[in-house]
């Protein structure tokens, strides 16, 4: 059995947030989506739950829901096929309002390709395309 990553993002409108999703390339999986929440999966093993902020609330206790767009706590890393999709990703992002940024652009683009892919709620995803890794010997 592979192991699954769910990344688990407060919305404010979760329509909103769904189509965004699916503009980035990610489908609804509509057995685990609800009023509350949507599960938009990537492929078997990367799904992100978009969360109304009221039923986001239910998993963290006491805690304040972070307003993302003032606050960050997370950032969620994943890997691309290639660079082309690396960008052509950012490029949807922005396309749909998001943002999409280089944190590191001087990075030698031969040996890694990543964006900060802001979502409509403030929720940074970090797709990116790294050149296989060799052993020194």
Request: hydrophobic share 45%; net charge negative; no cysteine.
């Amino acid at each position: 059995m592979s192991i699954m990553v769910f990344a688990n993002f407060p919305v404010r409108d979760l329509a909103k947030a769904t189509d965004f999703y699916t503009m980035l390339g990610f489908h609804q999986n509509t057995d685990y989506s609800d009023e509350n929440a949507s599960a938009m999966v990537w492929d078997e093993t990367f799904v992100v739950m978009l969360l109304t902020r009221d039923f986001y609330q239910k998993f963290i206790g006491d805690r304040e829901v972070a307003d993302p767009h003032k606050m960050s706590g997370a950032l969620v890393n994943f890997t691309l096929a290639s660079p082309d999709a690396v960008e052509q990703f950012a490029e949807r992002a922005k396309a749909n309002g998001g943002d999409a940024y280089q944190a590191v652009p001087e990075m030698s683009s031969e040996q890694m390709v990543s964006y900060e892919v802001v979502d409509i709620d403030g929720n940074i995803l970090e797709p990116n395309w790294m050149a296989p890794v060799t052993t020194r010997e």
